[in-house]
């Protein structure tokens, strides 16, 4: 794929998002289910690579662009991960007064709205192509009610996940 090609479609997705994994409806369509560049598997192994590290969740891109076309593709999804931050400073300067009027602050809930929906609906074909067997059913459900009832880190949560899935493995 040219790198042109894979920073303009980053970009995309980097740029439409609001925090973390909301790039990931772009990202899954331009590059999984359009392009074919990437199976949801792949995409999946990127995302838990993005979420494994320290940092931001959306360093996910970097791993995707690695997928895709090796270092120069992890330096291509870096830059794209990195061109937002730069662009919504004048944008934030610009908009910022405007962000209390009503009609601002509801187009903004808007967007937030439909972002949290696609997030939904691209984060079903990734959980069915991660969750395949009983145990691994039981290990992603435990980890969404420790999840959703405690205040545990992501990160804790990953690790006792990758801990049970080996011990279940060795059994």
């Known amino acids: 794929m040219n790198l042109c090609t894979l920073y303009l479609l980053l970009l995309k997705a980097t740029v439409t998002s609001f925090s973390g ?3 990931l409806p772009v990202i899954h369509h331009d590059l999984v289910v359009e392009r074919r560049l990437l199976s949801d598997r792949d995409l999946s192994a990127a995302v838990a690579a ?9 360093l996910y891109v970097v791993s995707v662009g690695y997928l895709v076309a090796g270092v120069p593709g992890a ?8 061109t937002p931050a730069f662009l919504i400073i004048p944008m934030a300067r610009y908009l910022g007064p405007k962000a209390r009027q009503p009609r601002v602050r509801a187009a903004i809930e808007g967007v937030l709205a439909s972002a949290a929906g696609l997030l939904i609906v691209s984060t ?37 996940a990758a801990a049970a899935g080996m011990l279940l493995a060795a059994l």
Do not use: H, K
Not at 50 to 58: C, E, H
Not at 133 to 159: E, N, Q
């Open 124 to 160: 079903v074909p990734l959980a069915r192509e991660s969750v395949r067997d009983p145990s691994s059913v039981a290990i992603a459900a435990v980890s969404f009610l420790v999840l959703t009832a405690t205040r545990l880190d992501v990160g804790w949560a990953m690790l006792g």
């Open 50 to 58: 993005g979420r494994a590290g320290p940092g931001p969740y959306g």
């Open 21 to 23: 994994l909301t790039s």
């Open 75 to 82: 330096a291509v999804g870096l830059l794209a991960l990195m």
